[in-house]
């Protein structure tokens, strides 16, 4: 298969990925033979340096997939990290949170009895310094109103939550409404401030559809309040879940009820250490970016400023951004800017607003020759790998549609995808390999599922993010 060949095929590929997530189109797929190595190729050896900036909770790092660019149409990767410092002082920070409980008829027997266990192990080890409030909803939504948790309150929320019974419906938006009536009035006292979402299943009533959900969790982080979704079960609507902890700036789950435990604890450990909150990293096009596509998460464009929310990190937290950049540039002996990213923040550890930017510049020249013997190393491995993700997306899309053929596909798309650089990404093809052969051994539904949602854990961990339990 020649060249060309091979990029019409990867075009086609990206566009039914596009298609099968929902997500938007990707951006024309252009000659990128000077941006990636092909099957054959050597792959680059060149380390190009950091462009750095950062003196407060967060640091900003990036880099361009190379020092040149082909000028006239063409495409080029940049890769972003977010890293948050460890505090200078090691204490805990005091937190106002909600605990929003699902008791809906699908919750009855075992998945009730361990949330509400969950829950009370979760009371018990928040301190007279935070503040709680408890909601649990069904239909009708009820709610323990937000105290700090004293002693004698401590002993209240633990009968409210030991008198929780099944009843009703899923309605999502009235309990994250209620809960964060509760939250608001301390928002401002408090430098931490968390819905916690439990649900096993699909919303029925209230607020249903998932772009509805997800903006009631991007209006509470507007708010200062971080939304976190965990899923109970076999039944609930993983992209859901994982949208409005994206969209609200907290963490998402995939669980069964066994693990609740261990993960309200992951999860009350994570906001107690934060550093950084109402993360947000905003990119600058200049005139020859034509297109881009931050790759394995929601971004939103306003002209040519693009906005990729973030979630609050705690120390030694990070995220990392691979974004494919549509270029129309022409000859240049001087470096080009092609993308300006800033990182805005709430710096916990300062209690103040918080930024740190750079800006990645490439010169643009007519000679591939030139363009290939500048790649580098390190953002050629991130691209194959996100690139790669997105097929292990895919195809676990395919895999919760019951499409085995089509899952299995994408499954060798992403190992052909990964061999590109196969001494960096060895442990992606052996989790692949490992992939493949369950999700073959796996004949049941719940099995086949169960494969899937590991698979979309894995996916986004490949992607750089580290908000997924």
């Known amino acids: 298969m020649n060249r060309t060949t091979l990029l019409l095929s990867a075009a086609g590929l990206l566009a039914l990925v596009a298609l099968a997530l929902g997500l938007p189109k990707p951006p024309p797929v252009t000659n990128t033979t000077h941006t990636l190595a092909q099957p054959g190729d050597p792959e680059p050896t060149l380390t190009l340096p950091l462009a750095t900036s950062g003196d407060g909770s967060l640091t900003l790092e990036g880099k361009l997939s190379g020092a040149y660019v082909q000028a006239g149409p063409s495409e080029a990767f940049a890769v972003l990290e977010v890293k948050a410092h460890q505090p200078k002082e090691q204490h805990r920070v005091p937190v106002n949170v909600a605990l929003v409980i699902d008791r809906s008829g699908s919750m009855r027997g075992q998945k009730l009895d361990d949330a509400k266990r969950a829950a009370r192990e979760f009371v018990q080890r928040l301190t007279e310094v935070d503040r709680l409030a408890i909601v649990h909803y069904g239909t009708e939504v009820t709610a323990f109103p937000s105290t700090l948790v004293t002693e004698e309150n401590r002993a209240q929320m633990l009968a409210f939550v030991n008198g929780i019974e099944d009843d009703g419906s899923t309605n999502i938006s009235g309990a994250l409404e209620a809960a964060a009536q509760q939250l608001r009035p301390y928002v401002s006292q408090f430098r931490v401030s968390r819905a916690i979402l439990m649900s096993d299943g699909q919303p029925t009533t209230g607020l249903v559809s998932e772009a509805n959900l997800t903006g009631l969790a991007r209006q509470l982080r507007a708010e200062g309040i971080a939304v976190s979704a965990l899923g109970v079960g076999g039944d609930f609507n993983e992209n859901l879940m994982q949208g409005i902890a994206d969209q609200g700036g907290g963490f998402s789950g995939f669980l ?122 390190d953002v050629h491995v991130h691209a194959v790998r996100a690139l790669g993700t997105q097929q292990l997306r895919a195809a676990a899309e395919e895999m919760k549609r019951g499409n085995r053929e089509s899952a299995l596909g994408m499954l060798s798309n992403a190992r052909r995808l990964f061999g590109a650089s196969a001494s960096a990404l060895s442990g992606e093809l052996a989790d692949v390999d490992r992939t493949k052969a369950a999700y073959e051994k796996a004949q049941d539904a719940e099995s086949q599922r169960n494969e899937a949602r590991q698979l979309q854990k894995k996916s986004m961990k490949n992607f750089g993010f580290s908000n997924s339990y």
Do not use: C
Request: glycine share 4%; charged share 25%.
């Open 256 to 377: 069964d009820s066994n693990q609740l435990a261990e993960v309200f604890s992951r999860e009350l450990e994570q906001a107690t250490n934060t550093v950084a909150r109402s993360v947000e990293v905003k990119l600058e096009l200049p005139s020859q970016v034509k297109s881009v596509e931050v790759m394995g998460t929601t971004a939103t464009r306003e002209g040519n400023t693009v906005r990729v929310p973030l979630y609050d990190m705690a120390g030694g937290q990070s995220a990392r951004l691979v974004v494919k950049l549509t270029l129309e540039t022409q000859p240049s002996e001087q470096p080009l800017e092609l993308l300006a990213a800033k990182v805005t923040y709430m710096d916990v550890e300062q209690d103040r607003p918080a930024e740190a930017h750079v800006t990645l510049s490439a010169r643009a020249t007519e000679d591939v020759a030139v363009v290939r013997a500048n790649l580098d190393k």
